[in-house]
């Protein structure tokens, strides 16, 4: 079956540090780009990070530079959205997506299900 798997999304108090995973499974991730996204109910979904098929490159939203960080291992067939001082507007449903090209662009080939991040004190 071919799929992606957003999980490890948690609550998390002001400061703290996630890294939820994202896991392929019926297909290769090496030979696709991934984004990141996230979503608050009433807003439209918002690009968060990409990082390119194999090149290194790299872009992040202004809101969360410096912040997170994207990183893959081809070997796990799994990428990683290294979330750091995490801040309440942070709060979102957290995707991940994959297409088949050398950086993200649209439309994705495949979609994870989401995973619930919540920032709060």
């Known amino acids: 079956q071919v799929q992606l798997v957003t999980s490890g999304g948690s609550l998390m108090q002001p400061g703290g540090s996630l890294r939820p995973p994202c896991a392929a499974s019926?297909?290769?991730?090496?030979?696709?780009?991934i984004g990141w996204f996230r979503q608050t109910p009433g807003k439209e979904r918002e690009g968060v990070s990409c990082i390119a098929r194999s090149d290194g490159r790299q872009w992040y939203a202004d809101s969360v530079l410096g912040r997170f960080a994207v990183s893959r291992d081809n070997a796990k067939n799994t990428a990683y959205l290294q979330m750091n001082g995490l801040k309440p507007e942070d709060t979102a449903v957290y995707y991940c997506?994959?297409?088949?090209?050398?950086?993200?662009?649209?439309?994705?080939?495949?979609w994870g299900q989401g995973t619930q991040v919540t920032v709060s004190s």
């Open positions: 997506a994959a297409v088949s090209s050398a950086f993200c662009t649209v439309p994705y080939d495949y």
């Open positions: 019926g297909f290769t991730l090496q030979w696709y780009a």
